[in-house]
């Protein structure tokens, strides 16, 4: 039986997205200010360089950082939502030899 995620809910939802976007602006700013320091730091330190390294150099910092936060705001999204604990993804009943173990008493130790 699948359980029922927290995100189903419209309000629980649209609070978590609120959430994600107000994080998502923020590191849009953070963004832009480190490509701009990069770029100003590049243009003292450098002579004579091609217009189409400052676009590459804005380019790869601007999109590594956006997909960068973008994924780890949605880990934060999942995890912060009780999304991730709502996922069953026990492969005991793949195998119908096995012995079941109650995963929510077992410690690190008895696990082998």
């Keep these: 039986m699948v359980n029922r995620s927290p995100l189903d809910d419209p309000e629980n939802a649209a609070f978590a997205w609120a959430r994600f976007r107000r994080l998502m602006r923020l590191m849009m700013g953070i963004t832009l200010a480190t490509v701009t320091i ?3 730091v590049v243009y003292k330190q450098v002579d004579d360089v091609s217009p189409h390294f ?13 997909l960068m936060s973008a994924l780890m705001g949605l880990v934060f999204l999942s995890n912060g ?3 991730d604990a709502s996922v069953q993804n026990s492969l005991d009943d ?13 410690g690190w130790k008895d696990q082998s």
């Design 38 to 40: 990069a770029l100003v």
């Design 54 to 66: 400052f676009i590459a150099t804005a380019l790869g910092i601007g999109f590594s950082m956006l």
């Design 81 to 83: 939502t009780g999304h």
């Design 94 to 106: 793949l195998d119908p030899d096995a012995k079941r173990i109650d995963h929510r008493n077992v």
